[in-house]
């Protein structure tokens, strides 16, 4: 069994649009801040990568499905865990939820690169952090 990472939004009126629904593309801020969050989680930053390993982890795509909105104030928690891995990157599930409801879900492709945006090997040190959110589909 893999483990999740959780992070917990609430929705502010800065989030939202004049009727008080989520902006679509907020959604995608949402998710980005429960990376990171979980990122730090397991000792590591953005930036203690592109110090420590000349890496960076981009988004190569994403795929969302939009199932229900979220509304002003609302609390939302976002669970996230890796789909599958490969030498140089990985997927991530997210799924977004107001109380038991899942109102997104999203499937986000990483990729560690150099800083001239050629794909580099996970180092190994971060592989073995992730190693326990990994689900049973690992690629090499």
């Not at 004049?18 to 593309?25: F, K, L, M, T």
């Not at 002003?72 to 891995?85: A, W």
């Amino acid at each position: 069994m893999h483990e999740n990472f959780f992070h917990n939004i609430k929705v502010y009126y800065e989030d939202t649009d004049s009727g008080g629904v989520v902006y679509y593309a907020n959604y995608l801020k949402f998710l980005e801040r429960a990376r990171t969050e979980a990122l730090f989680s397991i000792g590591y930053s953005n930036k203690k990568i592109k110090e420590k390993f000349n890496s960076l982890i981009i988004v190569k795509s994403c795929n969302i499905d939009y199932k229900k909105s979220a509304n002003l104030e609302d609390e939302l928690k976002i669970r996230s865990f890796v789909k599958s891995i490969t030498k140089t990157s990985f997927f991530m599930n997210q799924i977004i939820s107001r109380d038991d409801e899942t109102i997104v879900e999203a499937q986000i492709h990483l990729v560690f690169v150099n800083e001239n945006g050629k794909p580099v090997k996970i180092p190994d040190e971060i592989y073995s952090q992730f190693k326990p959110y990994f689900c049973d589909s690992i690629k090499t």
